[in-house]
């Protein structure tokens, strides 16, 4: 089956700097790239998804890059802010179907003032 | 808020016993996937409905078993619990089951088994 590998599992940035996760999978055949962040206390809330058929996709601070020749994903936060403090968990999915979404061990981002 | 409403927000139960957690999805959403969250195996899905209809497995023990009801609520028993099911159960919710169709997550219901 799928094996998403996440790094690193903990990152300290300064606010302002910038935050980069980077994420691996396994299956040449998914094609479907979620980002969840999770607060303490809730569950997780999807803030940007990248398909296949997609190298790169941005949404104001957050942009997800793609290769698919070398099966890794990464997240980018640019002008990092306390608020981005949280989990972050990438996931792929084979077929993009949710069901099949096999996620990565998470990435507790601190950002500090 | 995602929309997704998840009842109780905490249990704590003793093992032996079963329990029921319940999940609302959000408005017009067909679709419901159960996850589980512990520390050692990140997020694993569990098993989804779909309209009514059983549509997928994951790792779901057989001591556990899901529904979902006419009106599109879901509720996930586990029996028998074993202190290793001490976790936090996660419902998401989408509107359809394909691949334009993003999960959204409730909050949760934290299961402490002593």
């Known amino acids: 089956g799928e094996n998403v590998e996440q790094h690193p599992s903990t990152l300290s940035v300064q606010e302002g700097d910038s935050a980069v996760i980077k994420c691996t999978y396994s299956?040449?055949?998914?094609?479907?790239f979620p980002w969840y962040k999770q607060e303490l206390g809730k569950g997780p809330q999807l803030i940007i998804d990248?398909?296949?058929?997609?190298g790169e996709k941005k949404d104001q601070r957050i942009a997800v890059t793609l290769n698919k020749t070398a099966k890794h994903f990464s997240l980018h936060i640019t002008e990092t802010q306390p608020e981005d403090s949280a989990v972050y968990f990438c996931?792929?999915?084979?077929?993009?179907?949710?069901?099949?979404?096999?996620f990565g061990s998470g990435t507790q981002l601190t950002v500090l003032p | 808020d995602s929309g997704v409403t998840q009842t109780p927000k905490h249990l704590i139960t003793a093992t032996g016993q079963r329990v029921t957690l319940r999940c609302s999805p959000r408005?017009?959403?067909?679709?419901v996937y159960w996850y589980q969250q512990s520390l050692d195996q990140g997020l694993q899905f569990l098993i989804q409905?779909?309209?009514?209809?059983?549509?997928a497995k994951g790792n779901i023990l057989e001591r556990f078993s899901a529904q979902q009801f006419p009106d599109l609520h879901s509720e996930l028993n586990l029996s028998s619990l074993e202190l290793g099911d001490s976790a936090l159960y996660f419902c998401?919710?989408?509107?359809?089951?394909?691949?334009?169709?993003?999960?959204?997550f409730g909050n949760g219901t934290r299961l402490t088994v002593t």
């Open positions: 998401a919710s989408s509107v359809v089951d394909e691949a334009n169709s993003p999960l959204h």
């Open positions: 299956d040449s055949a998914s094609n479907y």
């Open positions: 990248i398909r296949s058929n997609v």
């Open positions: 996931a792929a999915s084979i077929g993009g179907s949710a069901r099949q979404l096999t």
């Open positions: 408005s017009g959403d067909l679709s």
């Open positions: 409905y779909y309209n009514g209809e059983e549509r």
